[in-house]
């Protein structure tokens, strides 16, 4: 499985941002889904998850309620809707899949995109 992740760019305080992940190869809707994110100088975080059915947890208080996980199995595709976006959103974000959801948990995947660069100016 190929992750390409698309949809970053600069945007500011406020604004909102969808972005993209494609899945190439057989049996993504095998697959849980999860963004991450990675500010600069800090660990690389788990934002939100969706399992195969919709399903779907938020990992990260700071970013719950303004982001939304949505997968179109069809499509194989992964999005992440991002709406009040923070300079503190700033960040090279990750799509992931993984067989199991604890490895997302646990910061680990069995596949990861290339990272979309979203910056949030003040």
């Known amino acids: 499985v190929q992750l390409q992740a698309s949809g970053g760019g600069l945007v500011q305080a406020g604004g909102s941002l969808r972005l993209s992940c494609a899945a190439s190869g057989r049996s993504f809707s095998s697959y849980v889904m999860g963004w991450f994110r990675q500010a600069p100088g800090k660990e690389r975080e788990l934002i939100a998850r969706?399992?195969?059915?919709?399903?779907?947890?938020y990992a990260d208080d700071s970013v719950k309620g303004r982001s939304t996980i949505s997968r179109d199995n069809a499509k194989n595709t992964v999005y992440l809707q991002m709406n009040s976006l923070k300079p503190e959103d700033t960040a090279v974000y990750y799509c992931a899949a993984a067989y199991y959801s604890s490895s997302l948990l646990r910061g680990e995947a069995d596949y990861w995109g290339q990272g979309t660069q979203v910056t949030v100016s003040s």
């Open positions: 969706i399992i195969w059915s919709g399903v779907t947890t």
